[in-house]
Each structure stands twice: as structure tokens, then as C-alpha cells.
Nanobody, 121 residues
Framework: QVQLVESGGGLVQPGGSLTLSCAAS????????MGWYRQAPGKQRELVAD???????NYADFAKGRFTISRDNSRNLVYLQMNNLNTEDTAVYYC???????????????WGQGTQVTVSP
């Protein structure tokens, strides 16, 4: 099965920066889309940003101008550079990989375990 491993979370002060990394392995097919989602306590999981294999990018409104997603297709790596963090960014951040299975023509999603990002004075 596909495995996703995140790293880079931690505790930062408001206004600080963090870079999250995710490595995917075990896929028999190419990974069409990779992205980051987050879930804060008591809230639903929400999209932060995603990026396709041909570098089309989508950002959530709260991420525009502050966060940057990038991808290394050859190594199945995706990064999220987060700048000017505030307390509302506190959440568990999850790496996502979407794969279009050729035989079934259906998208299958895989998720990492998540990495905690805490923004606090």
C-alpha cells in the first residue's frame, strides 16, 4: 500500500515559519495530486493546498500569500512552506496523495499520520 510520512511540525511563535515535508512510497501508479490538509480541534478537516503532477496549484484562501506548496515528482516529495503563522493555524497537518487507478478509472486517496503544528506565544 501507499505510505505517506510527514515531518517538520512543531511549536512556533506567532509570525514564525515552518516547512512541512511529506514523502510518499509504495505506489504502483504515478501520484496525480499531492496536497496538505489540516484539522484543528473541534473542526472539520480542510484543504490547505494541493499540487498536480504538472504543477497546477490550488490554495485555500487563508493560505494565499503566506504558504507555498512545491513538489518533487521524481522523488514523490511534497513540501509546504508556511510563513507568518498565527494562532489560528494551529492544527494537525496531513499529507494527501491522490492516485487515478487506470483499470477502475477512480481516484484513490491516501493519508499520512499527520504532524502537529502549534502556534503559541
Amino acid at each position: 500500500q501507499v505510505q505517506l510520512v510527514e515531518s517538520g511540525g512543531g511549536l512556533v511563535q506567532p509570525g514564525g515559519s515552518l516547512t512541512l515535508s511529506c514523502a510518499a512510497s509504495g505506489s504502483l501508479f504515478s501520484i496525480d495530486i499531492m496536497g496538505w490538509y489540516r484539522q484543528a480541534p473541534g473542526k472539520q478537516r480542510e484543504l490547505v493546498a494541493d499540487i498536480t503532477s504538472d504543477s497546477n496549484i490550488n490554495y485555500a484562501d487563508f493560505a494565499k500569500g503566506r504558504f507555498t506548496i512545491s513538489r518533487d515528482n521524481s522523488r514523490n516529495l511534497v513540501y509546504l512552506q508556511m510563513n507568518n503563522l498565527n494562532t489560528e493555524d494551529t492544527a494537525v497537518y496531513y499529507c494527501n496523495a491522490g492516485i487515478m487507478v487506470p483499470i477502475t478509472r477512480k481516484r484513490v486517496d491516501y493519508w499520512g499520520q499527520g504532524t502537529q503544528v502549534t502556534v503559541s506565544p
